[in-house]
């Protein structure tokens, strides 16, 4: 299976997770977010971003393209078991997440997207044995299209 990050880092230790919380964790614990599809990716990291001007969106970013052996299990949150309102509701998603990381059954968790209905995501547990078969096969620059960045800024 393939999936996608965008980052700075081309690594998947996780270290930005010791120091900021995400949908799926609290701070102090090492994850990894990937996404099915690189446009995933993108649409997850835009929005995050804190933008006032197109002069503060980067000219370029970093995809990654994370291949998963064969045979390393991936847990899945299960559609019965997200609450009705989960995408407002960050607490449940950290608790469910962390729930996950420390029984550390799997390397991965799939995930809803809070951000596009029928699309997933995936969590990586960077400490789970399984991990290091997950890795990194190609890392390439991407120059940003700016009518998306139109799309983020204020004039």
């Given at each position: 299976?393939?999936?996608?990050?965008?980052?700075?880092?081309?690594?998947?230790?996780?270290?930005?997770?010791?120091?900021?919380?995400g949908?799926?964790?609290?701070?102090?614990?090492p994850?990894?977010?990937?996404?099915?599809?690189?446009?995933?990716?993108?649409?997850?990291?835009?929005?995050?971003?804190?933008?006032?001007?197109?002069a503060?969106?980067?000219?370029?970013y970093?995809?990654?393209?994370?291949q998963?052996?064969?045979?390393?299990?991936?847990?899945?949150?299960?559609?019965?078991?997200y609450?009705p309102?989960?995408?407002?509701d960050?607490?449940w998603t950290?608790?469910?997440?962390?729930?996950?990381?420390?029984?550390?059954?799997s390397a991965?968790l799939?995930?809803?997207?809070?951000?596009?209905?029928?699309?997933?995501?995936?969590?990586?547990?960077?400490?789970?044995g399984?991990?290091?078969?997950?890795?990194?096969?190609?890392?390439?620059?991407?120059?940003?299209?700016?009518?998306?960045?139109?799309?983020?800024a204020?004039?």
């Amino acid at each position: 299976m393939v999936l996608w990050r965008i980052s700075n880092y081309a690594d998947l230790k996780g270290l930005g997770g010791l120091r900021a919380p995400g949908r799926w964790h609290f701070t102090g614990q090492p994850v990894v977010y990937l996404a099915e599809h690189p446009a995933g990716a993108l649409l997850e990291t835009l929005v995050h971003q804190e933008i006032g001007t197109t002069a503060d969106l980067a000219d370029t970013y970093q995809l990654l393209k994370v291949q998963v052996d064969d045979g390393v299990i991936i847990s899945e949150m299960a559609e019965t078991a997200y609450p009705p309102d989960w995408r407002d509701d960050l607490a449940w998603t950290q608790a469910a997440g962390t729930e996950w990381l420390t029984r550390a059954s799997s390397a991965l968790l799939k995930v809803a997207s809070a951000v596009m209905p029928f699309a997933f995501h995936y969590i990586l547990n960077p400490a789970h044995g399984d991990a290091a078969r997950i890795e990194i096969s190609i890392a390439i620059e991407v120059r940003q299209d700016p009518r998306i960045l139109r799309l983020l800024a204020r004039p």
